[in-house]
């Protein structure tokens, strides 16, 4: 057997392979630049994909490399079946898919189908009159008698949700920039093509999808007004606190019941596939996890979900993790969660969660295995294995139209989105010989892969220590938990699955502390980098440390 068959043979054997998975994101414009014009590429990914596999991850997901004019960095599309230039063709990418297989990696790929580029065929032909064929396809609406938009709907990215168009006489909605505007799922026939855009990838051989704005496919018909939020239940987890969008309760231009019906239908296309996932990512701040929920109920919508709680600014503590994960299965008995702590929109938690922090090795080392020990999948950020800081850049230096619009107070999405380094030694961190896209921090450097390979005490060999020491007990991707002590500084639960009980114990503090260990039986751990002490039925825990035990 070849080893491409073996691998095949590997990556089609388990339906629930995203149950625990590790999946690991790719910032296409920012992992690697392989022509030498600044910008990250598929080929760039594809010649990476070794560092993918070193570090144990199960799958990829890509964020969006279609066609667009790049508005929003890719998450505007104007061709959901070709890839945009700067990246390559279809051909590289189905030469990635190749590789990724090879090498055991599964691909997961951004669907952006809330909304289009406002340079998408369908919307320059809908804006064109009010009689053509995909007039519908979008959501217009007549304005106010005083000229005024439709309702009191606000866009992310500041400002009203409607834009007017001159030709139509008619406001059309766009959640995000005016330059997106939203697609009208519900007409059939816009339906029918976001299904068509999904089996073109799964035919092309990719094995899911990450959704994004997922709850943001449909509005309300009649088009009311949100109501007012109060301060009291205000939070910054979707949107900064600088931004007005915070100020209203989301009930009319997202989180529509319609979607579920549309959810099982993208569900039931998958399900012609073998061995297909998806993960939905659900904005809002109110309903996110009871969102998460229903999304992932009865076997027959997402497979997976996640909310934004541990990517808000709030902090990680005991408390909250136990709070949040108790939320979720209550929100979700049937659902299952992915967590992240980071991605391509929000602060890189090293920083989000540093300030202060002495040891960020050791700090980015704990949240690093805390995050692989939780119940549900787990979604790692480009760099976060090597406790890249966030950016600081100068405003010159923005490229990000949410930053730009609410800068200073907001400095939007940039500093989480520098390029990757993997040579200390090289031009631009080895990201490539041109000037990139971003700037790479000088900070950044002795950072790079090439600087903490083969360190035992480097974070990122930490990840791949921890990756290999997860893979070798299911109870961790498979596993129910069961928190026993919530009391800062610790956090300590049991997961369980079959016949294995893990006893799992984080000091989430830069002081030492210590943790009544289980009445239960129990086998101390090794191989999980960690060390700690048992002393007269405690552990004692160094700062920023963990236990993990077999109860026997």
């Excluded at 409607?162 to 009208?184: E, I, K, M, V």
């Excluded at 301060?231 to 007005?244: C, K, L, W, Y």
Aim: proline share 6%; charged share 25%; hydrophobic share 40%.
């Amino acid at each position: 057997m070849s080893m491409t068959e073996m691998s095949e043979s590997i990556l089609q054997a388990d339906k629930d392979w995203w149950r625990g998975a590790v999946i690991y994101q790719i910032y296409p414009r920012s992992y690697q630049d392989s022509n030498g014009d600044g910008i990250g590429d598929l080929k760039g990914i594809t010649a990476r994909l070794p560092h993918v596999a070193s570090l144990g991850a199960d799958a990829i997901w890509i964020s969006p490399f279609f066609t667009s004019p790049m508005k929003d960095f890719g998450y505007d599309v104007s061709n959901y079946t070709d890839v945009d230039g700067i990246f390559g063709n279809l051909a590289d990418f189905d030469a990635l898919i190749a590789e990724a297989h090879r090498l055991g990696i599964r691909v997961m790929i951004d669907l952006v189908l809330s909304h289009t580029s406002d340079q998408h065929p369908w919307f320059v032909e809908s804006r064109a009159s009010r009689a053509n064929a995909k007039a519908d396809w979008y959501v217009w609406a007549d304005s106010k008698p005083d000229g005024t938009p439709p309702n009191n709907w606000l866009s992310i990215f500041g400002g009203s949700a409607w834009a007017w168009d001159p030709t139509r006489l008619q406001y059309y909605l766009h959640n995000f920039l005016t330059s997106q505007p939203d697609l009208n799922l519900h007409n059939p026939d816009v339906q029918e093509a976001l299904l068509g855009v999904e089996r073109f990838w799964l035919e092309r051989g990719v094995d899911g999808f990450r959704l994004d704005t997922i709850n943001f496919y449909f509005h309300d018909k009649q088009l009311r007004d949100n109501p007012a939020l109060a301060p009291e239940r205000r939070n910054a987890s979707t949107a900064p606190a600088v931004n007005p969008y915070n100020y209203q309760e989301h009930l009319y231009d997202k989180n529509q019941p319609e979607n579920l019906a549309f959810l099982k239908r993208f569900r039931a296309v998958m399900d012609e596939f073998p061995a297909i996932a998806a993960v939905g990512e659900v904005g809002d701040s109110q309903r996110g996890l009871e969102i998460a929920g229903e999304y992932t109920s009865g076997g027959d919508k997402m497979h997976m979900c996640y909310a934004f709680e541990f990517l808000a600014p709030d902090a990680l503590t005991p408390a909250r993790v136990a709070e949040v994960l108790r939320d979720f299965h209550k929100a979700a008995p049937e659902g299952w969660a992915c967590w992240a702590f980071s991605n391509h929109d929000v602060v890189r938690h090293v920083s989000r969660w540093g300030d202060g922090v002495a040891d960020r090795d050791a700090h980015a080392k704990l949240l690093a295995s805390l995050l692989m020990s939780l119940r549900g999948s787990v979604c790692i950020y480009q760099g976060e294995e090597l406790a890249l800081t966030e950016a600081e850049l100068a405003f010159e230096d923005l490229k990000d139209p949410y930053g730009i619009q609410f800068w200073p107070d907001f400095k939007g999405r940039d500093g989480c989105r520098t390029p990757m380094v993997w040579d200390s030694t090289a031009a631009n961190g080895g990201f490539g010989d041109a000037k990139p896209w971003l700037p790479v921090p000088a900070e950044h450097l002795n950072r790079a892969v090439s600087a903490q390979k083969d360190d035992t005490a480097s974070v990122m060999e930490h990840y791949r220590r921890f990756l290999q020491f997860r893979k070798a007990h299911p109870a961790f991707a498979k596993g129910e938990i069961e928190f026993r002590s919530t009391d800062a500084p610790v956090l300590a639960f049991v997961r369980s699955h079959g016949n294995e009980k893990l006893f799992c114990a984080f000091n989430m503090s830069g002081t030492a502390a210590t943790v009544d260990l289980p009445k239960e039986p129990v086998e101390a751990l090794d191989g999980h980098g960690f060390t700690a002490e048992i002393k007269n039925d405690k552990v004692n825990l160094p700062a920023w440390s963990a236990f993990f035990a077999r109860l026997v």
